[in-house]
């Protein structure tokens, strides 16, 4: 019988039989006119009636369709029966009519508490471990906090006010809701028109203000009365990572979406201090939209996209400073590395600095390339990984025939990487390593092989990515509001990483981000008076 026709069934007999799934039900299915409809909700695939008069077969009714029907008995009685096919799991297939959304955008508070579990379940069926950092009483009361919290209707900003600390509170920097920007920074929006750096120290930078009243490099001290540091006190909460000192490279590039759901205002009151006075100065700002900024706002960028991979060699000074800003594209990372190194050979320059203080990862294979030309040794960036799959995660992977698992697997010493022999084009320089609280993902993990494995010396700054971690992310979109959140499925361990000692790769020489390339340039100068 196909979904949405309408037939009548009879009976002689009240129960009549129902075998849901190949399943009798007990007790049957008791015909009952006063019911109008008489609903049966079910998530099964197939649905039997059977009389002594009539059967009826339902096998084809899709989730959440619906199919009517009218029993009549021999007595003349009549009961109009629905069967309501409900999806598996309602939380990736709701109700349509929970999607109808407003045309403002809003969602109402059904809405935003059905989205709040969506979230966490989803996280829970896909993450290798939601309480490796957060006890189970402490993460389910931030969700009862957040729910608590809504109102009878909510902005998209507002259901990500609500629901990303708990995100947050999982510890892990992979695992996050994206903020809904695109809603929320519209071409009206009136904003902040002052923008900054966010340093580890929690000082805010200014790089640049509306009319250049306050200069780059100066530095904000407060803020309609609210200090810096309070500032990005408020917005730690927000943002997700195992490390305070990552947290606050994430506020740094999401100031100014943080900043507008914070402390959103008319006109903004900025203290602020000369970059090399110690007179404490005022300016009001009114707020204004992106357009009048950028009229108005002087930028020190050129506009023109950076290379992921690109690098300049100075013989004069025996040094190559290869900038890396990102894991991605191995392909024309193996073109890349070999025309720098054939290079580098070329101009017998045996100084090599890598900056990798701006990348956030991508693909460790990216990394393995580069690793092949200074490691004095086999290595393997991740030595041991947790794998979970569960339907859920076969899902949003796009490919429902990985089957589900929850493995641990280790790298036999046999399986590491070899590195490039000389004749096949290993790099024998010094090799200097600058990182950041940024450096993260992938690019934390090269890191740790590069230390680990003794390649070279890294300056700079603790990376924001740990060694042991959680990693491999799957983009799950919210069923009503749209938002989208990112989750991990995996948990790596690092190069013979131990798991009682979790940090990010530390530096040999620790200096702040910004003076790490001067440092490894000085390092350069001593090791070549020394020759």
């Not at 075998?19 to 015909?31: A, Q, T």
């Not at 309609?224 to 540091?229: E, F, I, L, R, Y």
């Not at 983009?475 to 989750?487: D, E, F, G, K, M």
């Amino acid at each position: 019988m196909a979904a949405g026709e309408a037939r009548t069934f009879r009976t002689g007999v009240n129960p009549v039989a129902l075998i849901i799934d190949g399943r009798p039900v007990e007790g049957g299915w008791r015909v009952s006119p006063e019911l109008n409809p008489d609903v049966l909700e079910t998530t099964a695939s197939e649905i039997v009636f059977v009389s002594d008069k009539d059967t009826l077969e339902i096998a084809d009714l899709k989730e959440w369709d619906s199919l009517d029907f009218v029993m009549v008995t021999d007595s003349g009685d009549s009961a109009f029966v629905r069967v309501d096919r409900k999806a598996v799991n309602p939380f990736e297939n709701p109700d349509p009519k929970l999607l109808e959304t407003s045309a403002s955008g809003m969602l109402s508070r059904e809405q935003a508490l059905f989205d709040i579990d969506a979230l966490i379940f989803a996280i829970s069926q896909v993450h290798p471990d939601i309480f490796s950092v957060c006890r189970q009483e402490d993460l389910f009361r931030a969700v009862n906090r957040a729910k608590a919290s809504l109102s009878d209707s909510v902005t998209p900003m507002q259901f990500y006010r609500a629901s990303a600390p708990v995100v947050a509170m999982i510890g892990d920097g992979h695992t996050n809701l994206d903020f809904p920007y695109k809603s929320v920074f519209t071409g009206d929006l009136k904003r902040f028109p002052v923008f900054v750096d966010v340093l580890t120290d929690r000082s805010l930078i200014c790089t640049s203000s509306l009319d250049s009243v306050i200069s780059r490099g100066d530095r904000i001290v407060s803020v309609n009365g609210v200090s810096a540091d309070s500032i990005v006190e408020a917005m730690m909460p927000y943002v997700s990572g195992e490390r305070p000192h990552f947290r606050i490279s994430r506020i740094d590039a999401m100031f100014p979406a943080l900043f507008h759901m914070l402390y959103a205002a008319d006109s903004y009151e900025v203290e602020y201090q000369p970059r090399g006075a110690k007179k404490i100065l005022s300016h009001t700002f009114p707020a204004v939209t992106f357009g009048e900024i950028k009229q108005r706002c002087p930028t020190t960028e050129s506009g023109k996209k950076k290379d992921m991979y690109s690098y300049s060699a100075d013989s004069l000074n025996d040094v190559a400073v290869m900038d890396f800003k990102s894991f991605y594209d191995a392909e024309r990372m193996e073109r890349f590395a070999d025309s720098m190194f054939t290079d580098l050979r070329e101009k017998n320059i045996s100084n090599l600095i890598i900056d990798i203080r701006d990348n956030g990862g991508g693909h460790s294979r990216v990394g393995d390339i580069l690793l092949r030309y200074i490691s004095p040794e086999p290595f393997i960036q991740m030595d041991k990984a947790l794998i979970r799959i569960s339907p859920l995660t076969s899902k949003l992977m796009g490919d429902a025939g990985v089957e589900p698992m929850f493995v641990f697997q280790e790298v036999d010493t046999s399986q590491y990487i070899k590195p490039l022999s000389v004749r096949e084009g290993h790099y024998t320089g010094n090799v200097y390593l600058l990182t950041s609280n940024k450096t993260f993902s992938s690019a934390g993990s090269f890191a740790w092989a590069f230390k680990e494995c003794g390649m070279g010396m890294v300056v700079g700054e603790e990376t924001g990515g740990m060694n042991v971690c959680y990693g491999d992310i799957l983009q799950y979109t919210l069923p009503v509001s749209r938002l989208t959140a990112y989750i991990s499925f995996k948990r790596f361990w690092q190069l013979r990483a131990d798991e009682n000692d979790i940090h990010g790769t530390l530096p040999d020489m620790a200096v702040p981000a910004a003076d790490a390339l001067d440092a490894a340039m000085k390092l350069v100068k001593t090791n070549r008076r020394g020759r």
